[in-house]
């Protein structure tokens, strides 16, 4: 079987290709702004211009527009292949790709809006231990309890906190045969990891 997957959800974009868990190819840029012109190059460039039996694609959370446009672009393949379509959650990745090295409690930290940080822990299986959450720097230190910091704020949080080991990455969609598959969602819907900021009128 092959996988397509897509993380469009930081200022990071990246496709991976994989054949059996194995991964066949995959593109990797942190472009901040300007998924929307360079996710479909980006799948184009893959071999057989990246179609797939299954298509995997970020949720969030992260940038509103990057995960819409990443779910956009998945289900648009979905139905032009005929592929089956499932997300997962950013900060999973994140904490898959930390864990690399050494089976370990980890917890999340990425930028997120209004200057909060999306934050979440994981358990040494890497799956989740606790809901992500938006917070201040000063409240996010205290609900990553593990040692180990993972995420594009990692380094901040740990020095807020005074302690542990921080890993600075952004997600990367060629490292998700690390993802535990418990991860995997068919509900595709966003996880902005906040509430919105628009409010209907009482």
Same mark, same amino acid.
């Given at each position: 079987?092959?996988?397509?997957?897509?993380?469009?959800?930081?200022?990071?974009?990246?496709?991976?290709?994989?054949?059996?868990?194995?991964?066949?190819?995959?593109?990797?840029?942190?472009?901040?702004?300007?998924?929307?012109?360079?996710?479909?190059?980006?799948?184009?460039?893959?071999?057989?211009?990246?179609?797939?039996?299954?298509?995997?694609?970020?949720?969030?959370?992260?940038?509103?527009?990057?995960?819409?446009?990443?779910?956009?672009?998945?289900?648009?393949?979905?139905?032009?292949?005929?592929?089956? &379509?499932?997300?997962?959650?950013?900060?999973?990745?994140?904490?898959?790709?930390?864990?690399?090295?050494?089976?370990?409690?980890?917890?999340?930290?990425?930028?997120?809006?209004?200057?909060?940080?999306?934050?979440?822990?994981?358990?040494?299986?890497?799956?989740?231990?606790?809901?992500?959450?938006?917070?201040?720097?000063?409240?996010?230190?205290?609900?990553?309890?593990?040692?180990?910091?993972?995420?594009?704020?990692?380094?901040?949080? &740990?020095?807020?906190?005074?302690?542990?080991?921080?890993?600075?990455?952004?997600?990367?969609?060629?490292?998700?045969?690390?993802?535990?598959?418990?991860?995997?969602?068919?509900?595709?819907?966003?996880?902005?990891?906040?509430?919105?900021?628009?409010?209907?009128?009482?």
């Amino acid at each position: 079987m092959r996988l397509l997957a897509i993380d469009t959800a930081t200022p990071a974009c990246s496709v991976a290709l994989f054949h059996d868990d194995r991964l066949i190819a995959g593109d990797y840029a942190v472009i901040g702004r300007g998924h929307a012109e360079r996710l479909v190059p980006m799948i184009a460039a893959l071999p057989d211009r990246g179609r797939a039996d299954r298509i995997c694609v970020s949720l969030g959370p992260g940038s509103f527009t990057g995960v819409r446009i990443g779910l956009a672009t998945a289900r648009a393949l979905g139905l032009a292949w005929g592929a089956e &379509v499932l997300g997962y959650p950013t900060l999973a990745l994140v904490a898959a790709m930390a864990r690399e090295e050494s089976a370990q409690a980890v917890s999340v930290a990425m930028t997120g809006g209004h200057g909060e940080w999306f934050v979440q822990s994981f358990t040494q299986t890497g799956l989740p231990d606790g809901d992500a959450m938006s917070l201040p720097p000063q409240e996010a230190q205290v609900a990553c309890t593990a040692p180990l910091v993972a995420g594009d704020r990692a380094a901040e949080l &740990v020095a807020v906190r005074g302690w542990g080991e921080a890993q600075e990455t952004l997600p990367d969609a060629r490292a998700f045969d690390r993802l535990p598959p418990a991860c995997l969602l068919s509900a595709l819907s966003p996880l902005y990891g906040r509430a919105p900021d628009a409010r209907l009128p009482a």
